[in-house]
């Protein structure tokens, strides 16, 4: 940790000394305030539920800045990364810290792409699941089950072992999402074709079948290219804490990329994207463009739990930089295919520009987020809306292992142990069972 002559005192009124806390700067973003010997020196913790004012690490790998709407990864905007890289090679920045030359390109993309097969055993375990099976719930599965594959030969303190799993991490997640889709339609398993780039890849392995070739489209791929891109880290996130957490006990890294898959499935996470397209199809469903006044009506009402779906960041208090590159993206895509005249994407934009003029939205500094037009992008792309969670997972998978990497290789590394403001019981003795109420 940086040294720092910074302090802050913290005075209490209850008869404690005061103490100086240590100020940290970082080289962007907030100071923090280091109260890691709060306890030790007064015998209380501090009150931070939600993490709401809280850095649980520190980290070189992404910085947001939310009032102004910037995602930065090692340093790169995220527009600049869009618009001129592809996703692997954005992997690869976030894995090593630098963008790759020429040749570091290469031979990244051939490291991945030798690595794409999964052991043959992993479709046996698939046919466990019923076929109705919440994608997400079956990519939680398989990817803990990997650890089962790789366990004994990693050596978390060899670089090259950790390496070689999170090679395999962002190698297999694709054919894992792939497998998990097919076996939702029941069709036959596509292995995974090396000579293709990564994105059209998996894109194959969703969409062909052993009767039918798919025709790689480059716009299609390079619309889903630009999905991962967008989706690949997040700072500290709740899935990446999970992941920081779960890991942090020295787990197998399948077993806790698994765990933040678990949670990027919730709504307010990951499940968003899919909450926004069911959104969008219910106010369709409903009366379309004309209904939207009452939607806003029913979200706005404090007595209902309707939120706007897609709207809204704990960190972003200004447009989410990544909803605008997917706007764009879905500007191509429908465009590509045809569909200008989507009626659920001239219902977005209407939703986007009414909720932007609304008093309620404009005081909360509520605005679109990345979800809000990933999942129409999606669906042009043909993938079905409960697998939308899974395309982020995939995707965030390489911030998932940057951010355990570090972790695990921080000198100050400790298993992460929340502490607790208790307010059950005081100790007390168990009645027998004869006379408790
Ligand atoms: N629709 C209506 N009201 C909202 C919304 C929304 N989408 N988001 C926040 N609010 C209101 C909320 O009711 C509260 O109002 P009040 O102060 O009157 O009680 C205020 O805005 C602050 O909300 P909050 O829930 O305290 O904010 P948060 O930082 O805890 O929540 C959020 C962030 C993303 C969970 C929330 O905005 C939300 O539920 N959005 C919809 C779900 C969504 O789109 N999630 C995807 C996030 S982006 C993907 C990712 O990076 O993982």
């Not at 090396?194 to 025709?215: G, I, V």
């Not at 390489?398 to 695990?408: K, S, Y």
């Amino acid at each position: 940790m940086i040294e720092s002559d910074i302090k802050a005192k913290l005075s209490f009124s209850d008869g404690t000394p005061d103490i100086d806390l240590p100020i940290y700067k970082g080289t962007v973003g907030p100071d923090v305030i280091d109260i890691r010997k709060l306890y030790g020196q007064t015998g209380k913790f501090t009150y931070d539920s939600g993490f709401l004012s809280t850095a649980s690490c520190n980290s070189k790998i992404t910085y947001i800045d939310g009032d102004k709407g910037e995602l930065l990864y090692r340093g790169y905007p995220i527009e600049d990364l869009a618009n001129n890289c592809d996703f692997l090679e954005v992997c690869y920045l976030l894995l090593n810290g630098e963008l790759p030359n020429a040749g570091q390109k290469q031979g990244f993309e051939e490291l991945v792409m030798h690595h794409t097969m999964v052991h043959e055993q992993m479709q046996f375990f698939l046919r466990g699941f019923r076929r109705d099976a919440h994608p997400m719930s079956v990519l939680t599965g398989l990817v803990g089950a990997m650890a089962a594959f790789y366990h004994d030969e990693i050596d978390y303190s060899d670089e090259k072992a950790r390496e070689v799993a999170q090679i395999r991490l962002i190698a297999k997640m694709p054919t894992l999402v792939a497998m998990a889709y097919k076996y939702s339609v029941g069709q036959p398993f596509i292995y995974p074709d090396n000579k293709l780039s990564y994105t059209a890849n998996f894109m194959r392995m969703m969409f062909a079948t052993p009767c039918e070739e798919y025709k790689v489209n480059p716009v299609l791929v390079r619309a889903l290219d630009r999905i991962f891109t967008l989706h690949a880290d997040h700072e500290q996130n709740a899935s990446t804490s999970t992941v920081r957490l779960c890991g942090s006990s020295g787990t197998n890294p399948f077993a806790a990329i698994s765990a933040g898959i678990a949670c990027l499935w919730g709504p307010a996470h990951g499940g968003a994207n899919e909450a926004c397209l069911q959104m969008l199809n219910d106010i369709q469903a409903n009366g379309g463009v004309d209904k939207i006044h009452e939607f806003i009506a029913q979200v706005k009402d404090k007595n209902s739990s309707v939120r706007l779906m897609g709207f809204g960041h704990r960190v972003y208090k200004n447009f989410d930089p990544r909803a605008k590159l997917m706007r764009e993206t879905c500007y191509e895509v429908l465009e590509e295919l045809g569909l200008q005249d989507d009626p659920l994407f001239k219902l977005a934009m209407t939703l986007e520009k009414i909720a932007l003029e609304d008093d309620y939205f404009v005081s909360r500094k509520l605005y679109p987020n990345v979800d809000f037009y990933s999942g129409i992008v999606q669906r042009a792309l043909g993938i079905p809306t409960e697998m939308f969670t899974c395309i982020f997972a995939l995707a965030r998978t390489v911030g998932w292992i940057a951010q355990w990497e570090e972790m695990i290789t921080d000198p100050e590394y400790k298993i992460g142990r929340p502490r607790q403001l208790y307010v059950g019981e005081t100790s007390r003795k168990v009645p027998n069972i004869s006379v408790r109420k």
